[in-house]
């Protein structure tokens, strides 16, 4: 039983991941450990920057 929670964990992580979850969290340790001297973006701010420069650089996006 152990092992299929297990999996079942790696499993939702590994969506999150595709999803993008969990970029928010990237990009907050990313600017921890770059040593950026701009104060870091609210979640609110990260999410709309990010969609903002996928709408204006649309990449390999299937919509």
């Not at 609210?42 to 649309?58: G, L, S, V, Y």
Request: charge should be positive.
């Amino acid at each position: 039983m152990t092992a299929v929670v297990g999996h079942l964990r790696g499993f939702v992580r590994f969506f999150r991941d595709v999803m993008g979850e969990d970029a928010y969290r990237k990009y907050q340790e990313h600017h921890a450990a770059s040593g950026c001297s701009s104060p870091q973006l609210t979640e609110r701010e990260f999410w709309r920057d990010k969609m903002d420069r996928q709408d204006a650089n649309p990449g390999g996006r299937c919509c």
